[in-house]
C-alpha cells in the first residue's frame, strides 16, 4: 500500500534547537499513533505534516506533495491541535460554520454538516449556544475534534486529542477514530496515553529527541524488542546466588535483588545468547527456581526501553 | 459455415465503488463571509462590548465638554481695533518718552481710532479662499490710514514712536484673525490634528497589525491556516475585513463627533462631512494596509509605526521638494483642503487631487501585496512567538 506520509532526511531545528533531527519514515494508510515524551519532536512533525512550518532540511510529502502553503492538500487534511485554544467568544455552531465556509461549504448544507459533526463528537446541544470561553477542557476536544472533521479529510492529524477528557469521553472519541478509520480516513494522532494507542492504532511511530526510534505496525515493533534487551523476574530459592553466578557468566546488564520476597529482577544483555545459555546457567549455580517472569511486552514496556 | 465460439462465461461484476465526491474548494465570498463573521462577531462579546462603547464615546464627548457654547451661533469676538485702550498705551508711551499727547491730541487720535475700528469691524469677511489673507489686508490698511491721519494730529517727535507702535497694533491684530466660522477653538483641533491624524492612524495599525500575531498568540492560527487558502489570500482576507469594521465603527464615532460638535452649534459641518467621510475611508485603507506590513515585520509594530509616523510622516512629509509625496498625511490633507474652512485653518499647500487620490489608493496595494509575500514566506510557531 503507498505510503500517504513521507519523510526523507527531515530535520528542523528552531536557531540551534533542534526539532527533527534527520528522520526518515513512511506512514501507511490506516490509523498511526505517534508516540514520544514532551520535547520528542511531536507537534513540530505534526506542524510540518499540516503545512505549518517548513522542514529546515530534507522533504515531506503527505499524499506526494509538499503541503507548505497548498491549499490543494490542505482540502484532504484534517487538523486538531494540543492546544485547548478556541475562540472564546465565539459559539461553537458559528465557529465551524466560518470554517466550513472556508472549508468551501455552503448554504444550508454547511449548517447541517455543522450540526452533525457536533452532534458525531458528541458536544450536548446544550452547549451549542454557550460562548467557548465558558467550555470545559473536554468541551474544547470535542469542539476542536468538530472542526478537524468538518470537511470530510482524507487524512486526519490529532494532536494529543484526548487531552482533558473524561475516561468515557476518551472511549467516544476512540469509538469516532476506529469508525473513521473504517471508512478510509487515514488518522495519524499523537499522545502520551500509550494504553490508549495501543488499543486504538496499528502503526506506531516512536520519537525521542528528534529521532525516530521504532516505526511500524506493533508486531513488527514487539518482534523487534527481541533484539533488546531483556527483563526477567525470578522467584529462586537462592536469588542472590543466582545474582552472583550470572554477574560473572558477564550476560547481565544489571539486577534488582528483593531477598524478602526470593525475587531477583535481571536485565540480560542479549537475549538470544542468554536463552542459550541459561539451563546451563541455572544446573551451574544450584539454584532452585519456582517461578520465571517475562516483563509483559507492552506498549509502555516498548516505549519505556526505545526512550530510556 | 463459420462456426462462433461460445463466449466464456461472464464473471460476476463487482459494484461499482462510489466515487470519492471532489475535494470542496472555497469561493471567495464564501471565505471572505467567514473572515468577517471572525472579525466581527468577538467585538460584540462581553469582554469587549464595554470597551468598545467607551472608545466610541470617548471623543465625542471630550469634543462636548471642551467645545465653548456660542451664543445664537456667532462667537464673541476680540475687537482688532481697541480705540480706549490702544490711544491710552500710546499716550503712556510718548509720556514715557518725554513727549506727552495734549488733551486736544488724545482727542482727535481717539477719534481717528474709533472712526477706523467701526469701518473695519462693518467690513463683511466671506468665508473661502484667502479669506484670511483679505482680512489681514484690511487690517493693515487701517493701521495705514490710521497712522497717515495720525500726521495731522502728531508732532515730528511724536510719530516715529507711533509708528512703531502701530506696526505692532498690527502684529498682535494679525494674531487674533479667525476665519468668520470660529474654528480656533478646539473642535477642529479635536477633529484634524487629534482625530484624523493621531486616533485614527494609531487605532488602524493596532487593529490591523494585530491581524497574524493577536492569532498566533491566541494560538487559533493554525485553524485557519489549515484550510483549503493560501496564505497570501487569507492575509488579504483577513485585512478586507479588518478594514470593513474599521470602516462601519470609524464611521459611527465620526458621526458622533460630528454631532457633538453640532450640539454645540459648530457651523459649516454638514459642508465638511462628506469630504471628511470620504477622506476617512481612504485613510482607513491606507493605514490598515501599514498596519498589516507593519505587523509583518516585527512583533512591536507599534513601535515602528511610531518610528515610521516620525521620519516620513513628520519628517519626510514637511521637506518642501517632491520627496513630501511620500507622506500619507500630506495627501490626506490636500483632499481636505478642498473644504475652505478647513483651508482657512491649516493653509495647506495641495500636491493636486489625482496625484493624492492615486497615492491613497496604491498604497494600501502595496503594503498589502507586500505583506502577503511576508506572510507567504513567513512561519509562526505558538511557542518561539511567545517567547520573543
Known amino acids: 500500500m503507498n505510503p500517504i506520509i513521507q519523510a526523507n532526511e527531515l530535520s528542523r531545528w528552531y536557531g540551534i534547537v533542534m526539532g527533527l533531527n534527520n528522520v526518515t519514515f513512511d506512514v501507511a494508510p490506516g490509523l498511526t499513533g505517534l508516540v514520544g515524551p514532551n520535547g520528542a519532536g511531536k507537534?513540530?512533525?505534526?506542524?510540518?505534516?499540516?503545512?505549518?512550518?517548513?522542514?529546515?532540511?530534507?522533504?515531506?510529502t503527505v499524499f506526494g506533495e509538499l503541503p507548505w502553503n497548498n491549499p490543494r492538500l490542505m482540502r484532504r487534511i484534517g487538523y486538531c491541535p494540543e492546544r485547548e485554544a478556541v475562540p472564546k467568544d465565539l459559539r461553537p455552531l458559528e465557529w465551524l460554520l466560518g470554517l466550513a465556509w472556508l472549508s468551501g461549504l455552503r448554504g444550508s448544507a454547511a449548517e447541517e454538516r455543522c450540526a452533525a459533526t457536533l452532534d458525531r463528537v458528541r458536544l450536548a446541544r446544550e452547549h451549542w449556544s454557550k460562548s467557548m470561553g465558558q467550555f470545559s477542557?473536554?468541551?474544547?476536544?470535542?469542539?476542536?475534534?468538530?472542526?478537524?472533521?468538518?470537511?470530510?479529510?482524507?487524512?486526519?492529524?490529532?494532536?494529543?486529542?484526548?487531552?482533558?477528557l473524561d475516561p468515557m469521553g476518551r472511549q467516544e472519541i476512540a469509538t469516532i477514530l476506529k469508525r473513521l478509520a473504517g471508512g478510509g480516513v487515514s488518522i495519524l494522532v499523537s499522545s502520551h496515553i500509550l494504553a490508549e494507542l495501543e488499543s486504538l492504532c496499528t502503526d506506531i511511530l516512536i520519537l525521542n529527541w528528534g529521532r525516530i526510534l521504532a516505526s511500524g505496525s506493533q508486531r513488527d515493533i514487539r518482534t523487534d524488542l527481541k533484539?533488546?534487551?531483556?527483563?526477567?523476574?525470578?522467584?529462586?530459592?537462592?536469588?542472590?546466588?543466582?545474582?552472583?553466578h550470572l554477574f560473572e557468566a558477564d550476560v547481565l546488564l544489571g539486577f534488582d535483588l528483593d531477598a524478602a520476597q526470593q525475587l531477583l529482577h535481571i536485565r540480560v544483555k542479549d537475549a538470544a545468547t542468554f536463552y542459550a545459555r541459561w539451563t546451563r546457567l541455572l544446573l551451574e549455580s544450584g539454584v532452585t527456581v519456582q517461578s520465571i517472569r517475562s516483563q509483559s511486552r507492552s506498549l509502555k514496556n516498548i516505549f519505556d526501553k526505545v526512550t530510556g | 459455415m463459420s462456426t462462433t465460439p461460445n463466449p466464456a462465461p461472464m464473471a460476476s461484476v463487482p459494484p461499482p465503488v462510489p466515487p470519492k465526491p471532489e475535494p470542496l474548494?472555497?469561493?471567495?465570498?464564501?471565505?471572505?463571509?467567514?473572515?468577517?463573521?471572525?472579525?466581527?462577531?468577538?467585538?460584540?462579546?462581553?469582554?469587549?462590548?464595554?470597551t468598545h462603547l467607551l472608545g466610541l464615546l470617548l471623543l465625542p464627548v471630550l469634543v462636548y465638554l471642551t467645545l465653548p457654547v456660542l451664543r445664537g451661533g456667532h462667537p464673541e469676538r476680540t475687537p482688532l481695533i481697541r480705540p480706549d485702550q490702544q490711544v491710552n498705551e500710546i499716550a503712556r508711551r510718548l509720556a514715557r518718552a518725554g513727549l506727552p499727547l495734549q488733551p486736544q491730541q488724545r482727542e482727535q487720535l481717539l477719534k481717528i481710532f474709533r472712526e477706523e475700528s467701526a469701518a473695519l469691524s462693518a467690513t463683511e469677511f466671506p468665508t473661502g479662499e484667502n479669506a484670511v489673507?483679505?482680512?489681514?489686508?484690511?487690517?493693515?490698511?487701517?493701521?495705514?490710514?490710521?497712522?497717515?491721519?495720525?500726521?495731522?494730529?502728531?508732532?515730528?517727535?511724536?510719530?516715529p514712536p507711533f509708528r512703531t507702535f502701530t506696526q505692532r497694533s498690527v502684529l498682535v491684530a494679525e494674531g487674533q484673525i479667525r476665519p468668520s466660522w470660529h474654528p480656533g477653538e478646539p473642535f477642529y483641533h479635536w477633529l484634524l490634528d487629534l482625530y484624523f491624524f493621531v486616533v485614527l492612524p494609531l487605532q488602524c495599525v493596532r487593529g490591523s497589525g494585530g491581524l497574524i500575531r493577536d492569532e498566533v498568540q491566541a494560538d487559533t492560527l493554525g485553524f485557519l491556516l489549515t484550510r483549503p487558502l493560501s496564505r497570501a489570500r487569507l492575509l488579504a482576507l483577513k485585512y478586507?475585513?479588518?478594514?470593513?469594521?474599521?470602516?462601519?465603527?470609524?464611521?459611527?464615532e465620526t458621526l458622533l463627533i460630528f454631532a457633538a460638535g453640532a450640539l454645540r452649534q459648530q457651523p459649516n459641518l454638514l459642508e465638511l462631512l462628506p469630504l471628511f467621510l470620504g477622506a476617512q475611508v481612504l485613510a482607513v485603507l491606507a493605514w490598515s494596509a501599514l498596519g498589516v506590513f507593519l505587523g509583518q515585520l516585527t512583533k512591536r509594530y507599534m513601535a515602528l509605526a511610531l518610528v515610521y509616523g516620525l521620519i516620513v510622516e513628520m519628517g519626510i512629509g514637511r521637506i518642501p521638494t517632491?520627496?513630501?509625496?511620500?507622506?500619507?498625511?500630506?495627501h490626506l490633507k490636500t483632499l481636505l483642503a478642498h473644504n475652505s474652512a478647513v483651508q482657512n485653518v491649516y493653509e495647506w499647500s495641495g500636491l493636486g487631487v489625482p496625484t493624492s487620490l492615486a497615492a491613497l489608493i496604491l498604497a494600501p496595494l502595496l503594503f498589502v501585496g507586500l505583506a502577503a509575500l511576508l506572510f507567504t514566506i513567513h512561519e509562526y510557531h505558538h511557542t518561539t512567538e511567545m517567547e520573543k
Not at chain 1, 43 to 60: C, D, E, R
Not at chain 1, 227 to 244: F, V, Y
Not at chain 2, 133 to 155: C, M, N, P, W, Y
Not at chain 2, 322 to 330: A, P
Request: glycine share 6%; proline share 5%; charged share 20%.
Open chain 1, 137 to 164: 477542557k473536554g468541551m474544547k476536544q470535542r469542539v476542536k475534534l468538530a472542526q478537524g472533521l468538518l470537511h470530510q479529510p482524507d487524512l486526519l492529524v490529532l494532536d494529543e486529542p484526548m487531552n482533558g
Open chain 1, 227 to 244: 533484539n533488546w534487551s531483556e527483563e526477567l523476574e525470578i522467584h529462586c530459592d537462592a536469588p542472590e546466588r543466582l545474582a552472583r
Open chain 2, 322 to 330: 517632491n520627496i513630501n509625496t511620500l507622506s500619507l498625511m500630506r
Open chain 1, 43 to 60: 507537534s513540530t512533525l505534526i506542524q510540518i505534516i499540516t503545512g505549518q512550518l517548513q522542514p529546515s532540511s530534507g522533504t515531506l
Open chain 2, 240 to 252: 478586507a475585513a479588518q478594514t470593513a469594521w474599521l470602516e462601519l465603527s470609524l464611521l459611527a
Open chain 2, 25 to 50: 474548494r472555497p469561493t471567495v465570498l464564501g471565505a471572505w463571509r467567514a473572515i468577517w463573521l471572525f472579525t466581527w462577531r468577538p467585538q460584540f462579546g462581553w469582554r469587549r462590548l464595554p
Open chain 2, 133 to 159: 489673507a483679505r482680512q489681514k489686508g484690511a487690517v493693515h490698511a487701517a493701521f495705514d490710514r490710521i497712522t497717515s491721519r495720525a500726521q495731522e494730529v502728531l508732532d515730528d517727535r511724536q510719530l
